[in-house]
Nanobody, 126 residues
């Protein structure tokens, strides 16, 4: 699976961005998908995940109520709608496709993912 993330940019606090992650190579609909982010000087952290069957999205507490993960299997794309952005959301955002052996689990750990996109920069100014 090859993943291409896009949609990042510079936005003021309170603004919105929509990240997209286009997948190619294998059957996208089989994979649980996730978004992670990494801020300068910090560890990569889990942001959101959605299962292969578009069920049960899950978020890190810091983005609940502001971010929404969704997928369009017909277009082989997963999205991250980010509203109410805060300066602490500034990071490089990565999309990832999960290892099929974890399809019945909640995919919140980096080791559960096999494929990663290149990252897209999100910068939120105060």
């Amino acid at each position: 699976v090859q993943l291409q993330a896009s949609g990042g940019g510079l936005v003021r606090a309170g603004g919105s961005l929509r990240l997209s992650c286009a997948a190619s190579g294998r059957t996208f609909s089989r994979y649980g998908m996730g978004w992670f982010r990494q801020a300068p000087g910090k560890e990569r952290e889990f942001v959101a995940t959605i299962s292969w069957n578009d069920d049960n999205p899950y978020y890190v507490d810091s983005v609940k109520g502001r971010f929404t993960i969704s997928r369009d299997n017909a277009k082989n794309t997963v999205f991250l709608q980010m509203n109410g952005l805060k300066p602490e959301d500034t990071a490089v955002y990565y999309c990832a496709a999960g290892n099929l052996r974890y399809n019945l689990e909640r995919l919140t750990e980096a080791f559960q993912y096999d494929y990663w996109g290149q990252g897209t920069q999100v910068t939120v100014s105060s």
